[in-house]
């Protein structure tokens, strides 16, 4: 996903990825955090106007933690309807399984996604 992104879009992209050496993450919630991320870079590249983005991804044992910040447009979330579906899928996903979603984003500062899913066994059967 990241060297697809990076080759289609004039965007730089950082990747940081922390704590999962010997951390198993059921199929379900990895695949959950794929679609985030995947949706959120998306979004960066259609709306933001960005030309760096920062995808932090990193766990605990107990949760999968990932943030995708961009330094574009921004917007302003208040003001946020229904103008399309995407944030609202990617928040939809996390709580579908326990966790937490958030977008912290200001008009002409950038935007940040920030998601959090708890690894847990019970939910990858």
């Not at 302003?76 to 977008?103: C, E, H, I, P």
Request: no cysteine; hydrophobic share 40%.
């Amino acid at each position: 996903l990241v060297n697809d992104f990076r080759r289609a879009h004039q965007i730089e992209l950082s990747l940081v990825v922390r704590g999962f050496g010997g951390v198993a993450v059921p199929a379900e919630q990895a695949l959950a955090v794929f679609r985030i991320i995947q949706e959120a870079l998306s979004n960066t590249a259609k709306h933001a106007g960005a030309t760096s983005v920062s995808l932090v991804m990193e766990t605990d044992r107990q949760k999968v933690k990932v943030s995708v910040e961009d330094n574009g447009d921004g917007f302003d979330t208040d003001a946020q309807t229904g103008r399309g579906n995407g944030l609202w899928s990617m928040r939809d996903r996390a709580l579908l399984l326990g966790g937490k979603f958030d977008v912290e984003s200001v008009a002409g500062r950038g935007t940040t996604v920030f998601a959090s899913i708890p690894i847990t066994e019970a939910s990858a059967s």
